[in-house]
Nanobody
Framework: QVQLVESGGGLVQAGGSLRLSCAASGRTSSSYAMGWFRQAPGKEREFVAAISASGDSTAYTDSVKGRFTISRDNAKNTVYLQMNSLKPEDTAHYYC?????????????????WGQGTQVTVSS
């Protein structure tokens, strides 16, 4: 089994920054692609960013492109989401996910493991 634990969420003013971390444990390896998704109350779960197993390829949803950066440190079994220039519409519960495949995916149903999530709230 693979266990994912997110951290780094909190309350921040618009224009501020946060860095989310996702620590993986259990049956983990560098062959897993990783992704970040978010969900606000009453809204659909939304793809945010993804990174390939090797870290050489990334993908972002248009609304965060240029503001968010996904990265990974396979030696630490950790993936990060650096969020800059935060907006109130970024407020959501953020989830880390792992996919037992090499390439990244923007589809939530293609990910096998999910963390509990961490709350991000951006005030205006």
């Amino acid at each position: 089994q693979v266990q994912l634990v997110e951290s780094g969420g909190g309350l921040v003013q618009a224009g501020g920054s946060l860095r989310l971390s996702c620590a993986a444990s259990g049956r983990t390896s560098s062959s897993y692609a990783m992704g970040w998704f978010r969900q606000a109350p009453g809204k659909e779960r939304e793809f945010v960013a993804a990174i390939s197993a090797s870290g050489d390829s990334t993908a972002y949803t248009d609304s965060v492109k240029g503001r968010f950066t996904i990265s990974r440190d396979n030696a630490k079994n950790t993936v990060y989401l650096q969020m800059n220039s935060l907006k109130p519409e970024d407020t959501a519960h953020y989830y880390c996910a792992a996919r037992r495949w090499l390439n990244a995916s923007t589809k939530n149903y293609e990910y096998s493991y999910w963390g509990q999530g961490t709350q991000v709230t951006v005030s205006s």
